[in-house]
């Protein structure tokens, strides 16, 4: 998820901690900002962690992987458990964050998804939403029509931060490629789909301008990932409707960053969050979807509408391939780039 407003808590000298709000009791847990995001973490894994073990936790963010990798070099690390993007988990895992024995826990999460270094945490569908004030009785069935101007006059809407999202494996996808074989990539034919709607497309810079234009019906239909499909319909965007057609499936993953000073309590924090129960309730409030196979979260009835996980959708799921990612990022980031501005 991209960062929002970040959120700093600090703890003076006074209270016993220092140094970036550690202690011999505190861990400091970073994730993206003030948010449903981050405040579901609070009330689900958060609060209960320090209930149960007195272990005080110090909010620090957003997440930041190039203020990570400073901190590693200077052999200064003040962080103990952060959220951020399964690749840069597994690209630098062992460099950047340490390795996490996750025991019985590491067979209760999706194929693919667990990775030494990163315990997925929230995962994410990219689900095509439309308007349906604009299209009312002859709404887009499947994922094709999004590209489709002709048919389905209107403006496009897409986050264009990070293509790793599933952004381009939607493109491929609704070009006729099946998920058996989508990998590896083929980028150029996934850049020539969006061509077709180029200039219909509006390429919102953070997930915050998307639900934004969303609800403000600044766009007709657009792809979007789960957990803000579900704040744009909270926050008043109802208008706004599912096509289930193929969703592609993505996550975010809890780790240690390297140089921890605190790393066993931090591994107990990660399991702790981990469990059905805590990965429950943290869905229900984020609007994520459940890292724990086993959790089965409370939704509500807008929830229910983008529940790309639930058992009635489960069909439309493809799971992107981290490793694909983890490998290629950095050449797809720059093609994708070029493609936005050229």
């Given amino acids: 998820m991209a960062a929002v407003v970040s959120l700093v808590l600090s703890v003076t000298a006074a209270c016993g901690v220092g140094g ?16 449903a995001y981050q405040d579901g973490q609070q009330q689900a894994w958060l609060k209960p962690f320090e209930a149960r073990t ?8 957003p997440s930041d992987n190039a203020k990570l990798k400073a901190m590693v070099k200077s052999g200064k690390v003040t962080w103990d458990v952060m959220d951020t993007d399964a690749f840069t988990a597994r690209e630098n895992c062992g460099t950047l964050f340490e390795k996490i024995d996750m025991g019985e826990l590491a067979n209760d999460f999706p194929p693919g998804t667990l990775s030494e270094c990163g315990v997925p945490d929230a995962m994410f569908g990219l689900i095509l939403m439309y308007n349906e004030k604009t299209y009312g009785d002859h709404p887009p069935t499947r994922l094709a029509d999004f590209f489709d101007a002709k048919a389905f006059p ?18 491929l996808l609704a ?10 990539l083929d980028v150029h034919r996934a850049l020539g789909v969006y061509d077709r709607i180029k200039p219909d497309l509006t390429l919102a810079q953070t997930y915050g301008q998307q639900q934004q234009s969303m609800v403000g019906n600044q766009a007709d239909m657009a792809l979007v990932v789960s957990a803000r499909a579900y704040s744009a319909l909270a926050a008043g965007g109802t208008s706004w409707k599912p096509v289930w057609d193929r969703v592609p499936v993505t996550w975010d993953v809890l780790t240690i960053p390297k140089g921890s000073p605190h790393k066993k309590r931090a591994q107990e ?14 869905a229900a409030l984020a609007g994520a979807g459940p890292a724990n196979t086993a959790a089965k ?4 009835k807008l929830q229910r509408q983008v529940d790309v996980f639930g058992e009635a959708h489960k069909n439309t799921r493809v799971v992107i391939d981290g490793q694909w990612w983890t490998e290629n990022r950095a050449t797809v980031v720059n093609a994708w780039t070029k493609w936005m501005t050229g």
């Fill in 20 to 35: 970036g709000g550690e202690g011999k009791d505190s861990l400091v847990f970073v994730s993206y900002g003030k948010g």
């Fill in 54 to 61: 007195g272990t005080k936790i110090v909010i620090d963010g």
């Fill in 154 to 171: 209107g403006k496009r809407l897409i986050y264009s931060g990070d293509p790793g999202v599933g952004t381009l494996e939607a493109g």
């Fill in 175 to 184: 070009d006729g490629v099946a998920p058996k074989d989508l990998y590896p």
């Fill in 269 to 282: 924090l990660i399991k702790f969050a981990s469990q059905p129960k805590q990965s429950a309730k943290f």
């Fill in 297 to 300: 979260p409370a939704l509500n």
